[in-house]
Nanobody, 128 residues
Framework: QVHLVESGGTSVQAGGSLRLSCSAS????????MGWFRQAPGKKREGVAS???????RYADSVKGRFTVSKDNVKDVWFLQMNSLNPEDTAVYLC??????????????????????WGQGTQVTVSS
């Protein structure tokens, strides 16, 4: 079982920036994909960004050009840099992780089903 912990969520004004972090309870494997998701009250969980162990990334159209996913390989922590935030970005942000032990490196994915492990989330509130 891998435990994921997100941090960095807070309240910010529209136009501002935040950086979220996601750390795992164990060293991440050489073959993985991870994703950042968000869920606003009354809405379905949606994927916003993903990356895999090869550094390939994928973004939802709604955040392209504003959000960037990355990893600090020394600290083994993923980040979601969020710029030009607007009130529609208000949500609980969660990270998710999928590891594989054989076969190819999984492609980055912003859909829910590939992921085995999920964090509890961190609240981001953007005020106008």
């Amino acid at each position: 079982q891998v435990h994921l912990v997100e941090s960095g969520g807070t309240s910010v004004q529209a136009g501002g920036s935040l950086r979220l972090s996601c750390s795992a309870s164990e060293y991440t494997t050489s073959k993985y994909s991870m994703g950042w998701f968000r869920q606003a009250p009354g809405k379905k969980r949606e994927g916003v960004a993903s990356m895999n162990s090869l550094g390939a990334t994928r973004y939802a159209d709604s955040v392209k050009g504003r959000f960037t996913v990355s990893k600090d390989n020394v600290k083994d922590v993923w980040f979601l840099q969020m710029n030009s935030l607007n009130p529609e970005d208000t949500a609980v942000y969660l990270c998710a992780y999928r590891r594989v032990t054989s076969g190819p490196v999984p492609s980055p994915s912003t859909t829910l089903d590939p992921y085995q492990y999920w964090g509890q989330g961190t609240q981001v509130t953007v005020s106008s």
